[in-house]
């Protein structure tokens, strides 16, 4: 009996294990198709697949728009993060050093950017900005929409990181007779160094990914996506495939990184 | 020296002001701009600062509103029972079939198609289910069929989308509320003689209600959200609500009307938001008295 | 005094305070959180440059005394005074009074030489100035190598000492310990203890220490505070809570104690006579209690284990008891027997190498010189 049951039981778990493998294959699919394709030689992805060939990275590295438009969502990416990590940091150190009677509505009110969806803040973005304050579109404009999402989304992970902190460590510092700000630079930042370098990274990439708030407040300095919308506007394109096969590689490779910063212990 | 004791040093206000200045200004208000702005009208692409309910007349009088309402809220539908179906075998294998070490492995690798560009893999979507795509290609190499199934451009392809993108969504909440479940619960239910299946139907499932619903609700709003999943597998013959709203905003430039369409949708997700979270809450209470029925 | 041990020069910290100071006082201090009454209603005089322990159970309000001192906490009411002048509301950086933390707080990414010199680069002292100061230390604390280890590098003790170099570089008049040793092996323990009350002699500040250990309290301390549930239940020498302890709760917690219920009676010749509920009379000596106000009243006698004879000796004492053997326990330092007389169970250590010990029904005895006498409410 134990036996059969036992069986049982391992085919099931065989059977459960293989359905992962294709879940997860399921999940990477997309992925491997932009990948494997930006090396294919074809106009129109083929199977079965032909000589690799780098033709299509060439022509993007020609094409002065695109890199332009790549130049533009760095330079937002950049501002971005940094913006939204300093916000982020400055709310999670106040919600660590005070207990915030309307803690619950405040964090409540943070989340509100993380769960509206971004076709909404985009429009009311667009609205606010374009219309009502007459700042014309432009990257300034997404600089100031992107971080309305990140700056939450940063101030989150910090706190996560911070809570690690030994409170005691604080209270030494006080004693030896530092101040707030000293303490920060000594103490605070140098062991939440980790979980802000991940904060910074994933509010790039969440920055740099972001289309469609982008598309409608940027006016004529596209961001990446927007400029990628428009080629696919246009039909099959495989310059797409190798474009997007970069910005898979710098994304994951920031995720990749900010998982190791973020596993990465603080003393 | 005494200080005035409670109320707090400025460097509290360093701390909370910046961020919920930012929120209030660039979220808040643009929000509450979208409701009043629905209430005027467009002239000559101008607003018109009159209070007016015409757009909601133009909404709930033409039935081409109506048709993409319903059809966006059917596929949202569709997407949190697909994903629900997908994700639960997905979520319990990893939560309790594979050891703790590579637990957080399989989530982080879980993460990072969700963390890749958006259009790109939509665009990807694209060239996997075309009629002379990908999937086709592969079908009739293996003469499972014969003429190229039709599947991008329309809803199927839409519903694809948003089963691939908003899984892992789904999953990832079933898991931590999966997590979280005590393990003596699972011995004990198998020490008196629960199977696998009569485990799960009796104890994980009904614990895990929250993390459900959790998930459907952002499956749910994230998909009702969502334009460029829609616009680029499902094509333009059909709309959803969503290509509604952009329609007015790049088409038209009738932001009052486009207004006027967003606070319907945001309507709906708050509606969606307050029904089932009051259930969430109802759910983790009776967690804590009856971990299985009687 | 000059410092027996071989560490250094200590009188680098010595001279600042004449000894006659107060150096801490609390005036009707109370502590809440929320409903919870942590400290109530406490007052107390340090004088300066004396080991002063608080000693309790947990959750009695030590710890929270210690850290007002230290301002990590703000009394609800009541006034802290350090050196005679108020701090209650001062902030923790601007007292000049310096934390030994439980878990040392040493910053780990900071080296040994950084973490001590910290309160020093806070002040904005130079570097130059900074290094010398902190291998004086290194050698007053007799680790003079570990200069630029990292904190994770170190044992506990090293450790420990290192926190205590830290807080001692800032010459406060009043240091704080938390609890410091609780961390560490009972052999590293002791030594440290002996090294501590050494220090404190040698530096002449004022030590407030913490701890649940009573043995460490009693080896270490020029005065100790018992405190129970928030609120202070006696204060005096080693020996006067040892030997005259004024209520159950101080006679119980430090060492084992043996407790008589019984009325006074009213005293003759000098003693007091107490009637237990078996009508026996009991006597003990005058100690500090003014016997005219004892009389009808209710009353504990409280007789420490050690000073219980048996045998032939008990026969020649004043206060004489029977019972039963109910256990012998071999301590290693005592035997230890369980006696049962009348529902109570009555604790004699006796020195080992007692010779025979009879096996059943015992005598017990002790003089009217021994035991004190603690009143009811």
Redesign the interface.
């Known amino acids: 009996m134990a036996a059969i049951k036992g069986k049982r039981a391992d085919l099931s778990h065989m059977a459960l294990r293989l359905y992962v493998i294709l879940a997860f294959g399921f999940l990477f699919l997309p992925i491997a198709v932009i990948i494997i394709f930006s090396f294919q030689p074809g106009r129109y992805p083929n199977l079965p697949l032909n000589e690799f060939t780098l033709k299509w990275y060439g022509e993007m590295i020609y094409d002065r728009v695109l890199l332009e438009c790549m130049k533009n969502s760095v330079v937002v990416g950049v501002s971005v993060s940094f913006i939204s990590t300093a916000l982020g940091f400055l709310a999670a150190y106040a919600l660590r050093s005070y207990k915030l009677r309307v803690e619950n509505l405040f964090l409540g009110f943070m989340s509100g950017p993380l769960t509206v969806p971004s076709l909404l803040l985009g429009l009311a973005l667009l609205i606010f900005l374009n219309t009502f304050l007459s700042i014309s579109n432009s990257l300034f404009s997404v600089i100031l929409s992107h971080t309305v999402i990140c700056a939450p989304f940063a101030m989150f992970i910090v706190r996560a990181r911070l809570r690690s902190i030994?409170k005691?460590?604080e209270?030494?510092?006080?004693?030896?007779?530092?101040?707030t700000w000293?303490t920060i630079r000594?103490?605070i930042l140098?062991?939440s160094a980790p979980g802000l370098i991940a904060a910074l990274l994933l509010t790039f990439t969440l920055s740099f990914d972001e289309f469609i708030i982008a598309w409608f407040v940027s006016g004529f300095q596209a961001t990446l996506p927007v400029k990628i919308w428009s080629m696919m506007r246009g039909g099959i394109k495989p310059t797409i495939n190798a474009a997007g096969t970069v910005i898979f590689t710098l994304s994951i490779s920031f995720l990749v990184l900010s998982e190791y910063f973020l596993r990465k212990k603080?003393? | 020296?005494?200080?005035i004791?409670n109320f707090p040093p400025l460097r509290f206000f360093v701390g909370f002001l910046p961020i919920t200045v930012w929120e209030v200004l660039f979220f808040l208000f643009p929000v509450i701009l979208i409701f009043m702005v629905s209430f005027l009208y467009v002239k000559e692409l101008r607003l018109v600062y009159e209070w007016t309910f015409r757009n909601y007349a133009k909404i709930f009088s033409m039935l081409p509103y109506w048709e993409a309402y319903l059809r966006s809220f059917r596929l949202s539908l569709t997407a949190v029972l697909f994903s629900a179906a997908i994700g639960y075998p997905l979520a319990y294998t990893i939560a309790f079939e594979i050891s703790r070490r590579y637990q957080r492995l399989l989530i982080v690798a879980m993460i990072v198609p969700f963390w890749t560009n958006y259009l790109i893999r939509a665009y990807s979507w694209q060239i996997i289910l075309a009629n002379s795509g990908l999937l086709n290609q592969f079908l009739q190499a293996l003469h499972v069929i014969e003429t190229p199934i039709r599947i991008l451009y329309t809803h199927n392809a839409t519903e694809v989308g948003f089963i691939y993108f908003y899984m892992v969504l789904m999953t990832l909440l079933l898991y931590s509320s999966m997590e979280s479940i005590n393990r003596d619960l699972l011995e004990a239910a198998a020490d008196l003689g629960a199977k696998k299946f009569r485990t799960f139907i009796e104890i994980i499932f009904p614990l895990t209600y929250p993390g459900l619903i959790a998930g459907s609700v952002f499956v749910f709003i994230l998909s009702f959200g969502d334009f460029v999943g829609p616009s680029i597998l499902g094509g333009g013959k059909n709309p959803v609500f969503s290509q509604l709203i952009v329609d007015e905003i790049q088409g038209t430039v009738n932001l009052s009307m486009a207004s006027a369409l967003a606070v319907i949708m945001v309507v709906t997700i708050v509606a969606i938001l307050i029904l089932l979270l009051r259930r969430v809450e109802t759910a983790t209470l009776r967690k804590g008295g009856k971990p299985w029925r009687q | 005094m000059p410092g027996s041990s071989p560490k250094g020069d200590p009188g680098i910290l010595k001279g600042r305070y004449s000894m006659e100071d107060i150096s801490v006082e609390f005036r009707n201090v109370t502590k809440k959180f929320g409903e919870i009454v942590a400290v109530d209603g406490l007052s107390l005089c340090v004088r300066s440059g004396r080991f002063l322990t608080l000693l309790g159970p947990s959750g009695c309000g030590k710890t929270t005394t210690l850290r007002m001192v230290?301002?990590?906490e703000?009394p609800s009411s009541g006034d802290i005074f350090l050196m005679g002048e108020?701090v209650?509301?001062?902030?923790?950086?601007k007292r000049e009074t310096?934390?030994v933390?439980?878990?040392y707080?040493?910053?780990?990414?900071k080296t040994v030489a950084q973490n001590i010199g910290?309160?020093l680069k806070?002040?904005g002292l130079k570097k130059s100035q900074i290094e010398g100061r902190v291998r004086e230390m290194l050698n007053l604390i007799n680790l003079p190598d570990i200069y630029d280890r990292m904190?994770?590098q170190l044992s506990g003790g090293q450790q420990q000492r290192v926190a205590l170099a830290?807080?001692l570089i800032?010459k406060p008049p009043v240091l704080l310990l938390d609890e410091p040793l609780g961390a560490l092996d009972a052999k590293i323990r002791k030594q440290l203890q002996l090294e501590l009350k050494q220090l404190q002699k040698d530096l002449g500040i004022t030590f407030l220490y913490v701890t649940h250990d009573q043995e460490e309290a009693m080896i270490m301390s020029d005065i100790i505070g018992i405190m129970n549930s928030g609120r202070l239940e006696q204060l005096g020498t080693p020996q006067q809570i040892y030997e005259t302890p004024k209520t159950e709760f101080v006679a119980g917690f430090v060492g084992e104690c043996n407790f008589f219920e019984g009325k006074v009676l009213g005293s003759s010749d000098g003693l007091i006579e107490i009637q237990d509920s078996s009508g026996r009379i009991l006597k003990v000596e005058r100690h500090s209690f003014d016997v005219s106000s004892l009389a009808g009243r209710r009353a504990t006698l409280a007789v420490r284990p050690e000073d219980i004879e048996i045998g032939e000796t008990a026969a020649l004492c004043v206060n004489r008891l029977e019972g039963k053997i109910r256990e012998k326990l071999y301590t290693g330092v005592v035997v230890r027997l369980v006696v049962e007389i009348e529902d109570n169970r009555i604790i004699v250590d006796l020195r080992r190498g007692i010779s025979s010990l009879p096996s059943d029904r015992i005598q017990i005895g002790w003089n009217p010189d021994v035991g004190s006498v603690i009143p009811k409410d």
């Open positions: 030994d005691t460590l209270e030494a510092a006080w004693d030896l007779g530092a101040g000293q000594e103490v140098p062991l603080s003393g | 020296m005494a200080r004791r | 230290g301002g990590f703000i108020e209650t509301y001062e902030s923790i950086a310096h934390m933390f439980q878990n707080a040493l910053f780990p990414h910290f309160g806070m002040q904190p994770h830290r807080a800032l």
